[in-house]
């Protein structure tokens, strides 16, 4: 009998990153931006999908893939508004992996200029997973408290995006909203912070412009 | 709690590792755990003795060794290590930083028993 000590630094995530690499690739190629929505479960965001839908409709295509542990139902949500949508039900994974995007794509028309993913709503999980998205949203609901940010901390440092959301509830919450930014900034100094009630409509239109402005950055990457 | 799945795809890494070796048992696993690599050690621990389980794997011992979040600042190039969760540069408060390691699960080394005779 021998004993051997074998080196394999290989990356737990790997095969995970791999496949998110080339779904991003094809997705930029088409010039789809795809938006990864991380959030705790009901932080809001099928609702904000459903304002984004409305506004975003009539100029644009969008698509939307819900990810979710069971039922179809955000993405009958999303389908009520005239967006096609996809669900994918984990069965009790709590997050969701490139390999199940990959088995939606071919499904997606390819005319089609934003793809939103939702994923389950967890804000722990879902952080570790890369999903070919080129852009990651973080929502925060004033509800859940303005201390959250560094409790999660890697949901906040890989996002791009922080919305703070339900901001309709603030007259009636203790929640500090320049401590709830500070504390994100402080996770993510590059992180862009939108403030947000899809109740009232505040801050749909200007993230709109924002992932709009982004798409195009996609269209002339290396201009 | 997606340690379960992570330690599923260890195992695959891990078994075809024993099989190209030829192991007869494999004894430890090391892997090292960014601070800032979204898993809690002690759950990956658990994962990992729930999956050993009739294995070849099945009374390896797992070293899990932490990896602090080193980062390099881009305006002053000093290296340090993020601590309470502010991303800015430790010497100049820059936040325009390189993560250079932290962020990620790495499988280091197993040690296996093979067939072989000793070496040497």
Redesign the interface.
């Known amino acids: ?13 790997g ?1 995970n990153k791999k496949i998110a690499a080339d779904i991003r690739g094809e997705l930029e190629r088409r010039g789809i931006l795809a938006v990864n929505l991380l959030s705790s479960p009901g932080a809001g965001k099928t609702t904000l999908l459903e304002q984004i839908a409305v506004r975003l409709r009539e100029t644009s295509r969008m698509a939307v893939i819900e990810g979710d542990i069971e039922t179809e139902r955000d993405a009958e949500r999303i389908r009520a508004k005239g967006v096609p949508a996809w669900q994918i039900t984990t069965g009790g ?3 969701l ?1 490139a390999k199940m995007i990959a088995k939606v794509l071919p499904q997606v028309p390819p005319d089609v200029e934003y793809l939103f993913i939702e994923n389950v709503g967890n804000l ?2 879902p ?3 890369e999903l070919g998205e080129s852009l990651r949203i973080v929502l925060l609901s004033t509800p859940e408290g303005d201390d959250k940010p ?1 409790k999660y ?2 949901a906040f ?1 890989t996002s791009d995006v922080l919305v703070l959301s339900k901001a309709d509830l603030l007259p009636y919450l203790p929640f500090d909203i320049e401590r709830a930014k500070a504390e994100a900034l ?5 992180l862009r912070i939108f403030i947000v009630s899809a109740v009232t409509g505040q801050g749909v239109d200007e993230l709109i412009a924002f992932l709009s402005e982004k798409r195009r950055e996609l269209q002339a990457p290396h201009a | ?2 340690e379960l ?2 330690v599923a ?2 195992f695959e ?1 891990l078994l075809e ?1 024993a099989r190209t ?1 030829g ?2 048992k494999v ?1 430890t696993v090391t ?1 090292r755990v960014g601070k ?4 809690v050690p002690e759950l990956l621990e658990s994962a990992f003795d729930m999956y050993k389980k009739g294995t070849i794997a099945g009374e390896a011992k797992l070293w899990v060794v932490d990896i602090p979040l080193r980062i390099r600042c881009r305006a002053c190039g000093t290296e340090s290590d993020i601590q309470s ?4 540069c430790g010497a100049c408060t820059s ?1 325009d930083l390189e993560i250079l390691q932290g962020t ?16 040497g």
Not at chain 1, 1 to 13: N, Q, S
Not at chain 2, 36 to 39: A, H, K, R
Not at chain 2, 85 to 88: E, I, K, R, Y
Not at chain 2, 105 to 116: G, P
């Open positions: 009998m021998a004993t051997k000590d074998v080196i394999v630094l290989a990356d737990l995530l095969t994974a709590c997050h992996e722990v999980c952080a570790s997973y560094k901390p890697k440092t402080e996770l993510n100094p590059r | 709690m997606h799945s992570i795809g260890l890494t590792q070796h192991a007869r004894t892997l800032l690599s979204g898993v969760w502010v991303f800015l936040p990620d699960m790495v499988l280091e080394r197993i040690e296996l028993e093979t067939d072989d005779p000793p070496a």
